[in-house]
């Protein structure tokens, strides 16, 4: 476009999506990434990402249905690397609730927002991702990112004070995603013969949970941008809760899925991490966010990381003459995925035995 100024990362990365949008402005050229593979086929019909009763697990329930659902577990994690989990008992009246306080901390002024904003190289905090590696497009988002568990870890000033009930329901959400990250890691132990603390084990009683709130504005051209690029995640595994807004997609055998919205499900989805400690059994899926041309959308993404400084590796139980060793043991994976990731490249080689 003639006379519109090509503006460096650093200074679009300043400026809020939500703001461009209410302003009726363009998409910014580095926000530009899909021209041409707007087409590409999405799947939603043929098969779909597994639904997992977690309620199902419980000791109350025969030891053959626990031992069918663990299976369902196990092939759901080896083929899609993600799935839909139900049954967890937690309230779906505290998970609109948790909806609600994302949806209303966005929805507010741009100037009450800006007491939690961070700078364009920080991680915590109100905006969007510190600036990508030249030539990386950015995601037609925005975001507060906060620090949740252990709670020594937290930053209150970045908690923020209005909607008034934000703090209590994200305390409250840590601890319920605290106590369910104890339950899906059993589980996955379980699911593939190995002793069920494995996993708890490997990322430490003190392993960080990290808050994510993702807010998808609208786009008139949801074919030139992507609410967030294509990507694994370097966490161990991360929850995902969506609203009813689909958009998100995960990639499976050069497919992209939809990911359907369903109100009481959380979706677990397997990081780097899990993909090591499992010796490669489970995947670490590639998935990323559409723009949508009508409505805007939220997302609550939990982060599931092994503690700082602290070796993780492929669980020997799971090495064997049939399946060798795929990777070395690794600490602070996370970081380095970091530095792949504002390259647009995935970290995971980095790791291989
Ligand atoms: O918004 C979503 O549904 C997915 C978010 C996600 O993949 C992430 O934050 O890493
Ligand atoms: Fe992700």
């Known amino acids: 476009m003639a006379g519109v100024p090509l503006l460096p990362a650093d200074v679009l990365l300043s400026k809020r999506v939500q703001e461009m949008v209410l302003n009726g402005e363009e998409p910014p050229h580095l926000y530009v990434c899909r021209e041409g593979d707007a087409t590409q086929e999405v799947s939603s019909t043929l098969s779909s990402i597994p639904i997992i009763d977690f309620s199902l697990l419980s000791t109350s329930a025969p030891s053959s249905k626990q031992e069918e659902v663990l299976e369902q577990l196990r092939s759901a994690l080896c083929s899609w690397g993600c799935f839909q989990a139900i049954g967890h008992g937690i309230s779906s009246s505290f998970l609109d609730e948790i909806r609600q306080v994302a949806r209303e901390f966005f929805l507010q002024p741009t100037e009450a927002k800006k ?25 037609w988002s925005d975001r507060l990112f906060l620090d949740a568990y252990p709670e020594d870890r937290r930053k209150p000033k970045l908690w923020p004070e209005s909607p008034p009930s934000f703090r209590d329901v994200l305390e409250e959400y840590t601890v319920k995603m605290k106590k369910f990250t104890e339950i899906v890691s059993k589980a996955m132990a379980k699911s593939l013969s190995l002793e069920e603390n494995c996993f708890l084990n490997q990322f430490g009683e003190r392993g960080p949970l990290q808050a994510r709130f993702n807010y998808y504005s609208c786009s008139e051209r949801p074919d030139l941008v992507l609410g967030l690029k294509s990507h694994a995640d370097g966490s161990g595994y991360t929850i995902i809760l969506q609203d009813d807004v689909e958009g998100l997609q995960i990639l499976k055998d050069n497919q992209w899925f939809t990911v359907p919205t369903i109100s009481d499900a959380l979706l677990v989805l397997m990081g780097d991490q899990m993909e090591i400690m499992t010796n490669g059994v489970f995947q670490s899926p590639v998935h990323r966010v559409v723009a949508n041309s009508e409505r805007e959308r939220i997302s609550v993404a939990m982060f599931y990381t092994p503690e700082p400084n602290k070796e993780i590796g492929p669980e020997e139980g799971l090495v064997n003459e049939e399946r060798p060793k795929l990777f070395n043991k690794v600490k602070d994976y996370a970081d380095i995925h970091w530095e792949y990731y504002q390259r647009g490249a995935r970290a995971l080689h980095v790791a291989k035995f």
Do not use: C, W
Request: no cysteine.
């Open 115 to 139: 007491k939690y904003a961070k700078g364009v190289t920080d991680f915590e905090g109100y905006g969007a991702d510190p600036v990508p590696e030249e030539g990386q497009p950015l995601d």
